[in-house]
């Protein structure tokens, strides 16, 4: 049912019958299918980057502990698999002078801090956002010329990076009713921040205008379960509400908020606009092969079709004078491109650094990746003492269970919230820590799982480890025995699987611990006939990192590479 107090636009005439048929023929023959990817069913977050495009390709609203990272080159039409991240899925990215953040959208680590990574295209940082308790990272974006994140948990935050590696909370998203909350977008209106939220069961408008150091919902918004895709056109604002199954797509100038009504009554799912065009990605409805279309809609109000989609559209970028389309399918999600001379270069939304700087005002500088390479700089010598000191700091913590409690916030917390987290010298601290003797008695996380205390602490000191960038894992762990069953492990409920092992695997990629013994152990465990897939990803992502070989999923390329070596 429509909201009454809003205008219904009706800016479109529907066409019908064998014109429309027509069309829809002759559209089809300007889009093409670039890649498609047999593992995880989903092509997303599209975003242009260096002249190229790049995705997540992972499984959406599934615990299957896998978020790939692709890129796909438009001028010699290749798909390159570039890194996996140590998450359940990816948040949506954005480019901030010069470099390309990604957000963990639900880390594997831990519960209760924020994770993201950056990269320059080539040179790849796991962070921590240490201020705030966060769940998920849901999406980075960019407001008044500073990085921004938006988190869920108990409570939504809205973070804006004061310097590097330095962030503060600035909104705060109560769960009221709602036992979870989230801030899930975030996209600059004219002087203001714009906050989309998420909290089922709570019954109010979800989107938040940040400006002058005061927050408030805007008034002439409709109450909903989830505000999504924020999407700033022509001056106006653009918006999906979702309330259960019925999903909207409304309209703010600054002043009213109105519906627009969609096209063929499509459930809307993308919105992009690149400063001069905007285009809409739709799911038909009641089509059981799940197909979607692409339109465009005018200055004047009216809808276009497009192309018609043979799976359904999840995401919508464009880049020098063409759209891609990521889409859902249960046997793999694809990319796509369609192909419109006219479409202007600028594209300001989910784009590269130029057309972000045209939008919101952002410096064209360059990126400060501090380390030039995955290899950590080895003529660093770390300070022993420094070192000693952070290893008599951390023992304590590690040495009792009763510190650790159910939910191992002790630990997690002092981890991820080190001052010299990113050090040599903390690296070094860990590794000494590593050969620490511990108990073997039984604890039980928050996800019903139960590890020994020893594998417990192991998994945060490693995966610190992999974020910290220094120190050295031993390559043995990959292979040992599995004392957690992750041949059924995604099936978990959290799909957070306290296992060393893997945690090892993932770290010798993030430490470029590039040395035949660390090689082999990888090879090995990629071979492992009862790993589930997403094992098989972190291996990949780590052998990828510390090799350069890009053979993705193409486990006999991985073994004739090593068998040549």
């Excluded at 909903?224 to 100038?253: I, M, P």
């Excluded at 002092?414 to 000494?432: D, K, V």
């Excluded at 417990?456 to 960038?469: D, E, F, K, R």
Aim: some cysteine; aromatic content about 10%.
């Amino acid at each position: 049912m429509k909201q009454p107090r809003f205008r219904v636009l009706r800016y479109f005439t529907l066409l019908c019958g064998l014109s429309l048929l027509q069309i829809e023929q002759a559209q089809s023959q300007t889009l093409t299918q670039l890649a498609q990817f047999e593992q995880w069913p989903a092509v997303s977050q599209l975003i242009a980057f260096k002249n190229k495009i790049w995705f997540a390709n992972s499984h959406p609203f599934k615990d299957t502990n896998v978020a790939d990272i692709y890129s796909y080159t438009p001028a010699s039409s290749t798909t390159r698999y570039e890194r996996s991240l140590f998450s359940q899925d990816a948040g949506n990215p954005v480019v901030f002078e010069g470099a390309l953040y990604w957000p963990f959208e639900d880390p594997r680590r831990s519960a209760g801090a924020g994770e993201y990574v950056v990269t320059d295209g080539n040179t790849w940082r796991w962070r921590v956002i240490q201020d705030g308790r966060a769940m998920h990272v849901h999406a980075m974006g960019i407001c008044n010329h500073q990085l921004v994140a938006v988190t869920g948990s108990w409570t939504g935050e809205f973070l804006a990076q004061q310097a590097d590696n330095s962030w503060q909370s600035q909104f705060t998203y109560p769960a009221g009713s709602a036992s979870f909350s989230r801030l899930v977008n975030v996209a600059q209106y004219k002087d203001r921040c714009m906050l989309g939220a998420s909290a089922n069961g709570k019954h109010e408008a979800k989107v938040f205008s940040l400006s002058n150091n005061s927050t408030k919902a805007l008034s002439d918004w409709p109450s909903s379960d989830r505000v999504d895709e924020l999407t700033v056109h022509n001056n106006s604002l653009f918006a999906f509400v979702d309330n259960g199954n019925q999903r909207q797509l409304l309209h703010y100038n600054g002043q009213t908020t109105q519906e627009i009504e969609l096209p063929a009554s499509d459930r809307p799912r993308s919105l992009h606009s690149n400063g001069e065009t905007l285009w809409l990605a739709t799911q038909i409805r009641n089509d059981t092969n799940d197909r979607g279309r692409l339109w465009r809609y005018d200055n004047k109000g009216n809808f276009t079709q497009l192309a018609k989609l043979k799976q359904t559209p999840v995401s919508v970028t464009s880049h020098e004078g063409q759209i891609y389309i990521g889409t859902y399918n249960k046997n793999g999600g694809s990319l796509w491109v369609y192909n419109e001379e006219k479409i202007a270069s600028a594209d300001t939304k989910r784009s590269g650094l130029q057309d972000l700087s045209r939008q919101s005002g952002v410096r064209n500088t360059t990126s400060s990746i501090q380390k030039p390479s995955v290899t950590p700089d080895t003529s660093v010598t770390p300070d022993t003492l420094l070192a000693a000191r952070i290893v008599d700091e951390l023992l304590p913590i590690i040495s009792q269970a009763e510190r650790i409690g159910e939910y191992a916030s002790a630990l997690r917390n002092t981890l991820a919230r080190h001052p010299n987290l990113y050090t040599p010298e903390f690296g070094l601290a860990i590794t000494q820590l590593l050969d620490h003797p511990l108990p073997d008695t039984t604890v039980t996380m928050f996800t019903r799982q139960a590890v020994t205390y020893r594998e417990l602490v192991h998994w945060y000191l490693i995966s610190t480890l992999a974020i910290n960038g220094y120190g050295r894992v031993d390559p043995a762990l990959i292979n040992r025995e599995d004392t957690s069953n992750t041949k059924t492990a995604s099936t978990h409920g959290s799909g957070k699987i306290f296992d060393p092992s893997i945690a090892s695997i993932v770290a010798i990629g993030w430490l470029g611990q590039n040395d035949k013994a660390s090689v082999k152990a990888l090879i090995q465990r990629l071979n492992k006939q009862s790993d589930p897939l997403w094992v098989k990803a972190d291996v990949i992502g780590a052998l990828t990192a510390i090799t350069g070989q890009r053979h993705a999923y193409d486990i006999n390329k991985w073994n004739q590479w090593w068998n040549a070596q």
